[in-house]
């Protein structure tokens, strides 16, 4: 079975500083698919980016980056000069090939001071 | 265009009583998800549904049915409620099954058993 790991419980930094939240995912599958999450105060989830195995290319969007890389089975999301609104929990997933359910991770709550 | 909408948003119950939550969605979305997201555990799936008439168990499916009536709608039945499903539900649609499908979340349903 497959496994996402967010070890960062919780991260608070300070507006501007740049953050990185770490994903590992344990998986005997070849192809497969990755996803971040945002779930801000409000309480939505809010999709962020996917990412095929087959493409480790890094993504940059705005102050928001991905760092995929296959051997380590990382993917990784940066942000850059973060601002208070980017307080929220992050939520890392996996999607197996052949599924369309998701394996979550425990997400990470990012807390950023003014 | 409403998305994924979930009614209610807010529940308290009493141990033993039952109740229904309804998942809307306006998207012609083929899939439909219901997860469960408690402290510390991220966001679990107790069942799901590949298109009308048709559901399946995900991780945690105990203590909970499901219906799939109309393409739109996805609800989730508590027949006799247990203090241990004190959680958030969330609601989720996908187009398809197809590799990298992505998932849409509704706002979220907070449900206290006591």
């Known amino acids: 079975a497959q496994k996402v790991t967010q070890a960062q419980t919780e991260i608070s930094v300070v507006e501007k500083e740049d953050v990185t939240l770490d994903c590992v995912y344990e998986?005997?599958?070849?192809?497969?698919?990755l996803f971040w999450y945002k779930q801000p105060p409000s309480g939505e989830l809010v999709f962020l980016i996917r990412?095929?195995?087959?493409?480790?290319q890094n993504e940059i969007s705005g102050r928001y980056s991905w760092n995929f890389q296959k051997s380590t089975s990382s993917f990784n999301f940066t942000i850059t000069a973060s601002q208070v609104v980017d307080s929220a929990v992050y939520f890392c997933?996996?999607?197996?090939?052949?599924?369309?359910?998701?394996?979550f991770g425990k997400g990470t709550m990012l807390l950023v001071s003014p | 265009n409403a998305g994924v909408t979930q009614t209610p948003k807010f529940r308290v119950l009493k141990t033993g009583q039952s109740m229904t939550l309804l998942c809307a969605q306006d998207m012609n979305h083929e899939y439909m998800y219901w997860y469960r997201q408690d402290p510390g555990m991220g966001l679990r799936l107790i069942h799901y549904?590949?298109?009308?008439?048709?559901?399946a168990k995900g991780e945690v499916p105990d203590g909970y049915n499901v219906s799939r009536l109309k393409k739109q709608n996805f609800l989730l039945g508590l027949e006799s409620a247990a203090p241990s499903q004190t959680s958030v539900y969330f609601c989720?649609?996908?187009?398809?099954?197809?590799?990298?499908?992505?998932?849409?979340f509704g706002a979220g349903t907070r449900l206290s058993v006591l």
């Open positions: 990412r095929n195995s087959f493409d480790e």
């Open positions: 989720a649609s996908s187009y398809s099954s197809g590799p990298g499908n992505i998932q849409y």
């Open positions: 998986t005997r599958d070849t192809t497969y698919y």
């Open positions: 549904s590949v298109g009308e008439g048709t559901t």
């Open positions: 997933a996996y999607q197996a090939p052949g599924y369309s359910t998701l394996t």
